[in-house]
Nanobody, 121 residues
Framework: QVQLVESGGGLVQAGGSLRLSCAAS????????MGWFRQAPGKEREFVAA????????DYADSVKGRFTISRDNAKNTVYLQMNSLKPEDTAVYYC??????????????WGQGTQVTVSS
């Protein structure tokens, strides 16, 4: 069982930056693929970014490529999402996710409770 707790959301102006953190419980964090999804009001949850258990490979949604960076610190059981050049359309609840696999699936095994990110124009 893995518990995920996100932090770092908030209100920011367009063009600004935020860094989300996701702290995971358990002693096997390094075995899990990790990622971020988001859900805007009235829309379905969508994939944002993922990082393999090794931390070597990352994947991004086209809408955030070049602006967002996912990383992990296995010593701290934490995954991060650095978000730069934020746009109003990035406004959403951001969810951390974990899979007990090398690669994150689109239906991860574990989810955090979500953190709100609001970008004002």
């Amino acid at each position: 069982q893995v518990q995920l707790v996100e932090s770092g959301g908030g209100l920011v102006q367009a063009g600004g930056s935020l860094r989300l953190s996701c702290a995971a419980s358990g002693r096997t964090f390094s075995r899990y693929a990790m990622g971020w999804f988001r859900q805007a009001p009235g829309k379905e949850r969508e994939f944002v970014a993922a990082i393999r258990s090794s931390g070597i490979s990352t994947d991004y949604a086209d809408s955030v490529k070049g602006r967002f960076t996912i990383s992990r610190d296995n010593a701290k059981n934490t995954v991060y999402l650095q978000m730069n050049s934020l746009k109003p359309e990035d406004t959403a609840v951001y969810y951390c996710a974990a899979d007990n696999h090398v690669v994150l699936s689109l239906q991860p095994d574990y989810w955090g409770q979500g953190t709100q990110v609001t970008v004002s124009s």
